[in-house]
């Protein structure tokens, strides 16, 4: 188990410091110089030179590199070349957000996901179960940002309860914070729930066919009892896989999903720098937003072996 | 001990197993035996309760003073662990991968009302008791690193744990090596309370049983004490089968049953087995019934 753990751990490493140099090599070839940028098109030569110099990126590229990923290991994400403000802190407040939207979305998912799959899974040859999976097809056709615009048409425009935007710390007020991100955690977690529930099911419906749940039975448990005690974990092998994949998405979809509500999390942080060519910013936040996915399968791989004997001792 | 009347099981509309009827008294070894298709291991789900879905039993069977059969579900899973328990064919997948072997022998106790402390403790006994090497070692196991023989004997402690009146082997060795078969069997045949053991390995229940029931088509065709089945079977059907698994001189060809089991469903009217069958004739059309004392059987045209 330490030796599976140790493993996952360096290729966690490994990937990250390759991930870093993709994310680099990506935005040097982009064509822009960032002092060109700063002065506009009527700078002197000698005055871009001068930036350039201070900016650091007369340097070579191996030399620059080492600075900005030297720096990340620090938390230091560099000085954004356009506000002059450092770029660590903004990612920072705005990574917290952006977080607690998706795991809200997830939970939300999951809240909805496991019940109904493992229902629409126990009564599949039942009309209501047949309607869940039905239903679950609809919902991954929906797309989050348009989740999310027909839930603030009925939620905010139609019933007025709800605001369809905006954000307020927790630490300003804890009611006003869970209402402004109710609507978006529905958009992402209604959809993503939908997408997870089919998987739940076809999970549940698999162990339901499996030998050792019938000897649970053999045993003495109902077979709800067997499916409680020996299914569900079982089932979950699958399901965390797919709950990873899905985190990633959901991390992606936060961007449009924060535009759609105007919250100010890491997507609308990667969109404004963007907008405003600010290349060094954009940089930082791909970079984190890469990370995060590295991590989290990283975190799925740890959960595997967690849940799966048969993967500790393997690989 | 146990007394089945009539049963009979069914998918939809197609009549798997029709009207079994047979007893066992306790410590008694009687095999079940027949070609895939037969309805044997339907026989045994039909009695402990656990048919697959859309799959429906009927008829009578009793264990002691409990009906098994059109009995609601809740009442049913109280006896099946204690009274009556149940070993399959497929020892690789039986187990719950996920659940360390102890805890899955322990599970069949704690579940019939056994003190959590004192199952685990018993647990461990058990696994000794069906001559696991090392059992504290094995109860800290999981199934992947058992073997199959081992796994099978897990599943043996698991269906002794609460003594019961009955058990049921459905194939357990098929899936073993033969070496290993035969220490499995041995150790069978010294557990077993009163035991109903299906194969199709005729030399298996020459080995561990009394009495013989022979299946084809969803019924008993012939029944009877080993011996005198084996020794000198009277229905056709048991007669081919036995044929087909002697022991013939180099060099002759083997001797077969011509044709195939039909698909369920398909059977003939009147003796299931006369499509098949080098003596039919125009009796056959009529259903022929068990009939005998002792040694039954149901054919118009027995052997001698």
């Known amino acids: ?315 | 001990m146990l007394s089945v009347e009539g049963l009979s099981v069914s998918a939809e509309s197609v009549r798997l197993v029709r009207e079994v009827s047979f007893a066992i008294a306790p410590g008694e070894r009687v095999g079940l035996i027949g070609e895939s298709g037969s309805g044997k291991s339907l026989t045994a789900l039909a009695l402990m309760g656990l048919l697959p879905e859309g799959v429906t039993a009927t008829g009578t069977a009793r264990l002691r003073e409990h009906d098994l059969l059109g009995v609601p579900e809740g009442r049913l899973k109280r006896l099946r662990g204690r009274d009556v328990s149940m070993v399959f064919q497929e020892p690789m997948t039986a187990l719950n991968p996920l659940m360390r072997v102890g805890a899955q022998v322990a599970e069949v106790m704690t579940l019939h009302g056994e003190p959590a402390a004192r199952a685990r403790e018993r647990a461990v006994e058990l696994l000794d008791r069906v001559r696991l090497p090392r059992p504290g070692q094995i109860a800290r196991a999981y199934p992947h690193q058992l073997s199959g023989g081992q796994r099978q004997r897990v599943m043996l402690a698991i269906a002794l744990a609460n003594e019961p009146d009955l058990l049921i082997c459905d194939e357990p060795t098929t899936a073993l090596d033969v070496t290993v078969q035969k220490q499995m069997l041995e150790l069978i045949a010294e557990v077993a309370p009163a035991l109903l053991f299906i194969t199709h390995d005729l030399a298996v229940v020459a080995s561990i049983c009394e009495r013989v029931l022979v299946m084809y088509g969803g019924r008993v065709v012939e029944t009877g004490p080993i011996r005198e089945v084996f020794a000198r079977p009277r229905h056709r059907y048991t007669e081919g089968l036995l044929a087909a698994s002697r022991l013939t001189p180099r060099g002759t060809r083997l001797p077969t049953i011509q044709g195939s089991v039909p698909p369920a469903g398909r059977f003939p009217d009147g003796c299931v087995f006369r499509n098949r069958c080098p003596q039919a004739g125009p009796a056959c059309e009529t259903e022929p019934t068990l009939t005998g004392d002792g040694h039954a059987f149901a054919c118009w045209h027995p052997g001698a």
């Not at chain 1, 140099?21 to 064509?31: C, G, I, T």
């Not at chain 1, 027909?150 to 007020?173: C, D, I, K, R, W």
């Not at chain 1, 914070?177 to 419906?205: D, E």
């Not at chain 1, 995060?292 to 993967?311: E, G, K, M, S, T």
């Open chain 1, 1 to 315: 188990m330490i030796l599976y753990l140790v493993k996952r751990l360096a290729v966690l490493v490994v990937s990250t410091a390759v991930a870093g140099v993709v994310v680099f090599a990506f935005m040097a070839l982009l064509p822009g110089d960032p002092a060109e940028i700063a002065l506009g098109v009527n700078a002197t030569p000698e005055a871009l030179e001068e930036l350039r110099r201070q900016f650091g990126t007369d340097r070579p590229a191996a030399a620059q590199f080492a600075d900005w990923f030297g720096g990340l290991a620090q938390g230091d994400f560099g000085t954004s070349y356009v506000t002059s403000s450092p770029i660590g802190p903004q990612v920072a407040d705005r990574l917290g957000v952006t977080v607690t939207l998706v795991l809200g979305g997830m939970v939300i998912a999951l809240l909805i996901a496991v019940p109904l799959g493992v229902f629409a899974a126990v009564h599949h040859r039942d009309p209501l179960g047949v309607a869940i999976s039905a239903a679950s097809q609809v919902g991954i056709a929906i797309p989050a940002f348009l989740a999310g615009i027909l839930l603030v048409f009925v939620f905010a425009v139609q019933a007025q309860a709800l605001p369809s935007g905006g954000y307020v710390p927790f630490t300003e007020s804890p009611g006003e914070w869970l209402r402004g991100l109710l609507l978006p955690w529905l958009s992402l977690g209604l959809v993503q729930g939908a997408v997870l529930t089919r998987y739940v099911r076809s999970a549940v419906l698999d162990v339901m066919r499996e030998d050792y749940l019938r000897t649970a039975r053999a045993k003495g448990r109902g077979r709800m009892g067997a499916l409680w005690r020996h299914g569900l974990r079982n089932a979950s092998v699958p399901v965390v896989t797919v709950l990873g994949l899905q985190l990633a998405t959901l991390l992606i979809g936060a961007v449009v999903v924060e535009r759609v509500f105007v919250i100010p999390g890491l997507g609308d942080l990667l969109l404004n720098g963007v907008a405003g060519r600010d290349l060094l910013l954009v940089q930082g936040v791909v970079m984190v937003l890469v990370v995060a996915v590295l991590l989290i399968n990283f975190v799925v791989d740890v959960a595997y072996a967690a849940l799966d004997p048969r993967l500790r001792g393997a690989r």
